[in-house]
């Protein structure tokens, strides 16, 4: 089947530092979607990004979009307790190559 | 507020057994997925499902089939369990045909088959 590597798989920082996880594809990308996890729970949307070099913030949230539209990244800025869980991409292209799949996944732990 | 509901947290199956997870959606979507969630591997798309007794396959159908017979309520049959089936499964589902639309997930079911 396929998969979609995100980096790192497993992250933990302090309280305060900052953290980022990384969506990579081979194939060109019509669009990409995030979702977080939260320990026992499921996946809820974040946010999804369209355009090539886009850049959406949440907060202390900041999602990008790569130029060439094969990666994306999600970078969390002075992490907190509730920052907690899984992050997910989800790729999708207009061939059809990614339809309905989600990256593998970077686990963040914060430590108080 | 949109929900989608799964018919039990945990369930424990013997080997062999034919089970049955349920999902039923209030939001009116068109399309209804099962995944299952192992560690270290994300969600994997088992099946899904465009419309009432409409599916297709995913990633990962094999020992697995489906039923959609109404628009709200999408069903994974494990025919004959096995213990490389024991996973967490999840439903979701999401409004319209483009594959990039937002899915609204259920609270998942975990599976253990002995």
């Known amino acids: 089947g396929q998969q979609v590597m995100q980096i790192p798989q497993y992250q933990h920082v302090q309280e305060g530092e900052d953290f980022t996880t990384y969506c990579n594809s081979s194939?060109?990308?019509?669009?990409i979607q995030w979702y977080k996890q939260r320990p026992g729970g499921h996946p809820v949307f974040l946010i999804q990004?369209?355009?090539?070099?886009e850049v959406k913030k949440q907060k202390r949230l900041t999602f990008q979009f790569g130029e060439a539209k094969k990666n994306s990244s999600l970078h969390i800025t002075a992490t907190q307790t509730t920052d907690v869980g899984t992050y997910f991409c989800?790729?999708?292209?207009?061939?059809?190559?990614?339809?309905?799949?989600f990256g593998t996944g970077t686990r963040l732990k914060v430590l108080a | 507020d949109v929900k989608v509901t799964q018919s039990s947290r945990y369930l424990v199956k013997r080997t062999g057994e034919k089970v049955f997870l349920e999902c039923v959606q209030d939001?009116?979507?068109?399309?209804m997925f099962w995944y299952r969630q192992d560690p270290g591997l994300g969600l994997r798309l088992i099946y899904f499902?465009?419309?009432?007794?409409?599916?297709e396959k995913g990633d990962i159908p094999e020992g697995y089939s489906v039923s959609r017979e109404k628009k709200e309520r999408f069903s994974l049959i494990l025919e004959s369990a096995s213990t490389n089936q024991t996973s967490m499964y999840l439903c979701?589902?999401?409004?319209?045909?483009?594959?990039?639309?937002?899915?609204?997930f259920g609270p998942g079911t975990r599976l253990t088959v002995l």
């Open positions: 499902s465009y419309d009432v007794k409409m599916k």
């Open positions: 939001m009116d979507h068109e399309n």
């Open positions: 194939t060109t990308l019509s669009n």
């Open positions: 989800a790729p999708t292209t207009t061939s059809g190559t990614y339809k309905y799949i």
């Open positions: 979701a589902s999401s409004q319209g045909l483009a594959p990039g639309n937002e899915q609204f």
């Open positions: 990004l369209v355009k090539s070099g």
